[in-house]
Nanobody, 127 residues
Framework: DVQLVESGGGSVQAGGSLRLSCVVS????????MAWFRQAPAKEREAVAA????????HYADSVKDRFTISEDAAKDTVYLEMNSLKPEDSGMYYC?????????????????????WGQGTQVTVS
């Protein structure tokens, strides 16, 4: 089965840090684009960061640039999101997603419709 399993969320004070993990199983994600999205209550789901697994290229939302880092460890089939200098507005459910490169090409890496596989989410609360 294709699965993305997130972990690492929690509650933290403003200015603190968290590292989210997304373990990938059931498919070769090296030919995909992996991304983190987040959704706050009553708000649209928004892209946070994306990484092209074939090249390692990354892209970030303006709101998280210089604070968040997306990376992957191929040996562990895991994608990470390192979050520093957290702000209350970073709170929300964080989702890991995988998108085929042709869908990314068609819709863009920072659009949820480009991603066909999603994890169950991990909650981040910043106070």
């Amino acid at each position: 089965d294709v699965q993305l399993v997130e972990s690492g969320g929690g509650s933290v004070q403003a200015g603190g840090s968290l590292r989210l993990s997304c373990v990938v199983s059931g498919f070769n994600y090296k030919s995909y684009c992996m991304a983190w999205f987040r959704q706050a209550p009553a708000k649209e789901r928004e892209a946070v960061a994306a990484i092209w697994s074939d090249s390692g290229s990354t892209h970030y939302a303006d709101s998280v640039k210089d604070r968040f880092t997306i990376s992957e460890d191929a040996a562990k089939d895991t994608v990470y999101l390192e979050m520093n200098s957290l702000k209350p507005e970073d709170s929300g459910m964080y989702y890991c997603a995988a998108g085929r490169l042709d869908e990314i090409e068609a819709f863009g890496a920072m659009t949820s419709k480009a991603y066909s596989t999603w994890g169950q989410g991990t909650q981040v609360t910043v106070s």
